[in-house]
Nanobody
Framework: VQLQASGGGLAQAGGSLRLSCAAS????????MGWYRQAPGKQRALVAT???????NYADSVKGRFTISRDNTKKTVSLQVNSLKPEDTAVYYC?????????WGQGTQVTVSS
């Protein structure tokens, strides 16, 4: 069982990145998938989630700027991050949940310079 996140990096304020997470070892289409982030000195916080049917939920701080999507055939979940702000700097983690089982990826660093 593995969640492999990628796509982080350094971006300027106002820029964009696309984060991806590839899942293996799970029946992906049944899982609720999400992205969380943890900034230095802060707790891990929800960014966005997507249900097996494609319903989405976003933290207020990213609404209108971030878009979560999933491809059940490829077993991937992506996060398009636009209009980046310095306060978006964090390690971004992929998450999978189903019936009380929670899985985490290894995280990918996003750094936004002003």
């Amino acid at each position: 069982v593995q969640l492999q996140a990628s796509g982080g990096g350094l971006a300027q304020a106002g820029g964009s990145l696309r984060l991806s997470c590839a899942a293996s070892g799970i029946t992906f289409r049944f899982y609720y998938m999400g992205w969380y982030r943890q900034a230095p000195g802060k707790q891990r916080a929800l960014v966005a989630t997507i249900s097996p049917s494609g319903s989405t939920n976003y933290a207020d701080s990213v609404k209108g700027r971030f878009t979560i999507s999933r491809d059940n055939t490829k077993k991937t979940v992506s996060l398009q991050v636009n209009s980046l702000k310095p306060e978006d700097t964090a390690v971004y983690y992929c998450n999978a949940e189903l019936e009380g089982r929670t899985l985490w990826g290894q995280g990918t660093q996003v750094t936004v310079s002003s």
